[in-house]
């Protein structure tokens, strides 16, 4: 194998007709769900629930921090 190998002439490409035939198509790839309206709604009323739901529970939080404010404001009233 030497340099001018790259330079020798090649055999040629077979026919088209020669070759093999390939082989089936692999099958087609699961289709996803189609999207539909009710689909659709049922996606935003799930989304709407789960906002309703941290909406309670942002309120619950911040009447918790607010009664935590007035004890540490009623402690400090007491150590003046």
Do not use: H, W
């Amino acid at each position: 194998m030497g340099i001018l190998d790259r330079f020798k002439k090649k055999e040629p490409l077979p026919d088209v007709g020669s070759l093999p035939s390939l082989p089936p198509a692999l099958p087609e790839a699961p289709t996803l769900e189609k999207t539909t309206m009710e689909n659709v709604k049922a996606k935003i009323d799930l989304v709407a629930t789960q906002l309703d739901s941290l909406r309670t529970q942002y309120e619950t939080l911040n009447e918790r921090i607010k009664n935590i404010e007035k004890v540490v404001t009623e402690i400090r009233s007491f150590c003046r």
